[in-house]
Protein backbone atom coordinates (compact mmCIF):
# COMPACT_ATOMS: atom_id res chain seq x y z
CA UNK A 1 0.00 0.00 0.00
CA UNK A 2 2.63 2.53 0.61
CA UNK A 3 4.74 1.24 -2.49
CA UNK A 4 1.44 2.61 -4.46
CA UNK A 5 0.84 5.69 -2.54
CA UNK A 6 4.53 6.76 -3.25
CA UNK A 7 4.15 5.48 -6.41
CA UNK A 8 1.10 7.79 -6.98
CA UNK A 9 2.73 10.72 -5.72
CA UNK A 10 5.72 10.54 -7.94
CA UNK A 11 3.47 10.28 -11.12
CA UNK A 12 1.64 13.32 -9.79
CA UNK A 13 5.00 15.11 -9.29
CA UNK A 14 5.69 14.41 -13.15
CA UNK A 15 2.89 15.42 -14.33
CA UNK A 16 2.67 18.91 -12.57
CA UNK A 17 6.67 19.63 -13.42
CA UNK A 18 5.64 18.47 -17.29
CA UNK A 19 2.48 20.92 -17.39
CA UNK A 20 3.95 23.68 -15.65
CA UNK A 21 3.40 27.24 -16.50
CA UNK A 22 5.53 28.72 -19.30
CA UNK A 23 8.18 30.68 -17.99
CA UNK A 24 9.81 34.49 -19.53
CA UNK A 25 12.10 32.34 -21.04
CA UNK A 26 9.51 29.82 -23.09
CA UNK A 27 8.54 32.89 -25.29
CA UNK A 28 11.90 33.24 -27.05
CA UNK A 29 12.66 29.31 -27.03
CA UNK A 30 9.83 28.89 -29.17
CA UNK A 31 11.09 32.25 -32.17
CA UNK A 32 12.83 31.08 -34.74
CA UNK A 33 14.77 32.33 -37.95
CA UNK A 34 13.75 31.58 -41.60
CA UNK A 35 16.13 31.96 -44.21
CA UNK A 36 14.70 32.76 -47.76
CA UNK A 37 16.86 32.87 -50.72
CA UNK A 38 16.03 35.05 -53.36
CA UNK A 39 16.69 32.13 -55.89
CA UNK A 40 18.68 28.67 -54.75
CA UNK A 41 20.33 28.27 -57.91
CA UNK A 42 22.32 30.71 -60.12
CA UNK A 43 22.76 30.20 -63.58
CA UNK A 44 26.37 31.90 -65.11
CA UNK A 45 25.37 30.85 -68.54
CA UNK A 46 27.98 30.43 -70.99
CA UNK A 47 30.45 33.06 -70.00
CA UNK A 48 34.40 33.60 -71.39
CA UNK A 49 37.16 31.97 -69.91
CA UNK A 50 38.90 34.31 -66.88
CA UNK A 51 36.03 36.22 -66.59
CA UNK A 52 34.70 37.72 -63.27
CA UNK A 53 33.05 34.41 -61.32
CA UNK A 54 31.50 36.49 -58.42
CA UNK A 55 28.13 36.38 -58.04
CA UNK A 56 25.66 36.86 -55.25
CA UNK A 57 23.09 34.79 -53.12
CA UNK A 58 20.48 37.22 -51.40
CA UNK A 59 18.64 36.26 -48.70
CA UNK A 60 15.84 37.27 -45.93
CA UNK A 61 15.47 36.27 -42.36
CA UNK A 62 11.59 36.05 -42.87
CA UNK A 63 11.55 34.45 -39.07
CA UNK A 64 10.73 36.17 -35.53
CA UNK A 65 14.51 35.59 -34.06
CA UNK A 66 18.11 37.13 -35.19
CA UNK A 67 19.67 34.28 -37.93
CA UNK A 68 23.49 33.69 -37.80
CA UNK A 69 25.38 31.47 -40.48
CA UNK A 70 27.87 29.35 -39.08
CA UNK A 71 29.23 27.95 -41.84
CA UNK A 72 29.27 27.58 -46.21
CA UNK A 73 31.10 24.78 -47.55
CA UNK A 74 31.03 24.55 -51.39
CA UNK A 75 31.72 21.13 -52.93
CA UNK A 76 35.43 22.40 -54.77
CA UNK A 77 38.31 24.57 -53.98
CA UNK A 78 37.17 26.83 -57.06
CA UNK A 79 34.30 28.12 -55.08
CA UNK A 80 34.93 30.50 -52.62
CA UNK A 81 32.11 32.09 -50.26
CA UNK A 82 32.18 34.87 -48.54
CA UNK A 83 29.50 36.09 -46.04
CA UNK A 84 28.59 38.53 -43.29
CA UNK A 85 29.52 36.97 -39.60
CA UNK A 86 26.58 39.29 -37.57
CA UNK A 87 23.44 38.15 -37.29
CA UNK A 88 20.71 39.01 -39.80
CA UNK A 89 18.07 40.55 -37.91
CA UNK A 90 13.87 39.33 -38.23
CA UNK A 91 13.07 41.55 -41.90
CA UNK A 92 16.58 42.13 -42.79
CA UNK A 93 18.38 40.94 -46.01
CA UNK A 94 21.88 39.91 -46.04
CA UNK A 95 24.25 38.26 -49.30
CA UNK A 96 26.48 35.39 -49.86
CA UNK A 97 29.00 36.20 -52.10
CA UNK A 98 30.38 33.36 -54.25
CA UNK A 99 33.17 33.54 -56.57
CA UNK A 100 34.06 30.74 -58.95
CA UNK A 101 37.36 30.27 -60.72
CA UNK A 102 36.68 30.76 -63.94
CA UNK A 103 40.08 29.78 -65.90
CA UNK A 104 38.90 25.73 -66.55
CA UNK A 105 36.69 25.65 -69.57
CA UNK A 106 34.04 23.46 -69.53
CA UNK A 107 30.27 23.12 -68.12
CA UNK A 108 30.36 23.16 -64.35
CA UNK A 109 27.50 22.74 -61.24
CA UNK A 110 28.79 22.92 -57.90
CA UNK A 111 26.67 23.18 -54.77
CA UNK A 112 27.14 25.69 -51.48
CA UNK A 113 25.94 24.16 -48.40
CA UNK A 114 24.84 27.07 -45.78
CA UNK A 115 24.43 25.93 -41.98
CA UNK A 116 22.93 28.50 -39.85
CA UNK A 117 20.34 28.05 -37.00
CA UNK A 118 17.36 28.74 -39.63
CA UNK A 119 14.25 25.74 -39.14
CA UNK A 120 16.07 23.24 -41.17
CA UNK A 121 19.63 24.18 -40.40
CA UNK A 122 20.85 23.28 -43.80
CA UNK A 123 20.44 24.73 -47.10
CA UNK A 124 21.75 23.88 -50.10
CA UNK A 125 22.14 26.39 -53.48
CA UNK A 126 23.62 25.84 -57.26
CA UNK A 127 25.56 27.39 -59.14
CA UNK A 128 26.32 26.47 -62.94
CA UNK A 129 26.89 27.68 -66.20
CA UNK A 130 29.96 26.86 -69.30
CA UNK A 131 32.80 28.99 -69.47
CA UNK A 132 34.27 29.37 -73.05
CA UNK A 133 37.53 30.17 -74.44
CA UNK A 134 38.07 33.49 -74.21
CA UNK A 135 38.32 34.92 -78.14
Do not use: W
Request: aromatic share 8%; hydrophobic share 40%; proline share 4%.
Amino acid sequence: MKRTFNIAILLVLALSFFNAAPTEFDKYDSKVAIIKFKTEIINYGTIAQNSDGTRIFTFTNTGEAPLLITKVITSCGCTVPSYSKAPIQPGATGELEIKYNTKKLGAFTKTITVTSNAEGGHKILKIKGNIVASK
